[in-house]
């Protein structure tokens, strides 16, 4: 087996907090006992995905507020918030509130475009202003700006008994360094090292050179690095889904190889317009999985990833994969927790 050029240092996850539309309670319970885990197993980060008018977590950012009452350590970030549903002034109020109650641990990771099945959405969403609504790079620098701590307005200080603050409060520090660009495309790579974000690459990305997943992908880690002011030593975490089986029970085993089979095919060739490109599940035993990350071009330049759990499974299909990747997987791969951790 192939050595990696360095251990893999952060080692995080993400889930989609699915729940059932008659006890919304319960899933989102689930999610929370899940992140709770994640820390006792010493990962290092945890992520919540974003859906809005299903039946996943569409606020997780107050899912991580609650979250960061329940956990000490752990990192909380999303993956991703698609800015197109938001007010990038008040989020930024959103993030900075959770980010001081967590004590600095919030890693939000946020994406551009317009929102998903937009002109069935946009008069609920947007009823006055939907066809001026700009859904391109400029929604994420407003937010950096304001997360960052420059001036939201030209008015400050006392009015009457009231104090007011030309910028985002309360401020966060650091938090400006720990904002995430989730990014499929060269060009998406390109802006977030420009505006010295971090970067987000995941399962999905666009087939624009190439139809090889791993060496698209690698181009988008290299083409951030490029134009990032840290260089080589700018933050990337990649979020392949990842199943080991290791303490997996049969039928436990026999339905994460039906699933990944069941989504196979869509990862032979790029799909739709946008020429979508979908890595496979790596479903097996944690030296399996190791091997072929090893050897996936992409995973040989990052040291920091975020596991996609995958959506349908069961609370206890979670605690299984979980278990094993921070206990067999992650050391396969080097990872190592730290003394705070155990």
Do not use: C
Not at 41 to 52: C, K, P, V, Y
Not at 216 to 241: E, M, T, W, Y
């Amino acid at each position: 087996m192939p050595l990696p050029s360095q251990p893999l240092r952060k080692l995080g996850f993400l889930t989609i907090g699915l729940f059932d539309e008659a006890d919304p309670r319960k899933g989102h319970e689930s999610t929370l006992e899940i992140i709770q885990l994640g820390e006792r197993l010493g990962f290092d980060s945890a992520w919540l995905r974003h859906r809005h008018l299903q039946y996943g977590i569409s606020s997780p950012v107050a899912v991580l507020a609650a979250a960061s009452q329940r956990t000490t350590r752990i990192e909380l970030g999303t993956a991703v918030i698609p800015l197109g549903w938001e007010n990038p002034l008040r989020l930024a109020e959103d993030l900075a509130t959770v980010d001081i109650l967590s004590g600095g641990r919030l890693n939000p990771g946020i994406s551009v475009g317009p929102p998903m099945h937009y002109d069935q959405v946009k008069q609920a969403l947007y009823p006055d202003t939907a066809d001026a609504e700009d859904f391109g790079y400029d929604r994420v620098a407003r937010l950096l700006d304001f997360v960052r701590g420059k001036p939201a307005t030209d008015f400050s200080g006392v009015e009457g008994f009231e104090v007011f603050s030309d910028r985002v409060q309360p401020h966060a520090p650091g938090l400006g360094r720990r904002l995430w660009y989730g990014g499929g495309s060269l060009r998406s790579a390109q802006w977030a090292g420009e505006h010295a974000m971090n970067f987000l690459t995941s399962s999905v990305v666009k087939a624009e050179e190439s139809e090889d997943f791993a060496e698209v992908q690698l181009s988008h880690v290299r083409a951030f690095r490029a134009h990032h002011p840290d260089g080589d030593r700018a933050r990337v975490s990649q979020g392949l889904v990842v199943i080991p089986t290791d303490s997996a029970s049969p039928e436990q085993r026999a339905k994460y190889e039906a699933y990944a089979e069941k989504r196979l095919p869509r990862t032979a060739t790029p799909q739709g317009p946008a020429r979508l490109m979908f890595a496979p599940d790596l479903v097996g035993t944690s030296a399996e999985i190791a091997e072929r990350l090893y050897a996936h071009a992409a995973f040989r330049e990052i040291d920091e990833v975020a596991f996609a759990l995958p959506f349908t499974f069961e609370h206890d299909d979670y605690v299984q994969i979980l278990t094993d990747i921070a206990t067999r997987l992650g050391p396969a791969l080097g990872w190592q927790a730290s003394a705070q951790h155990t």
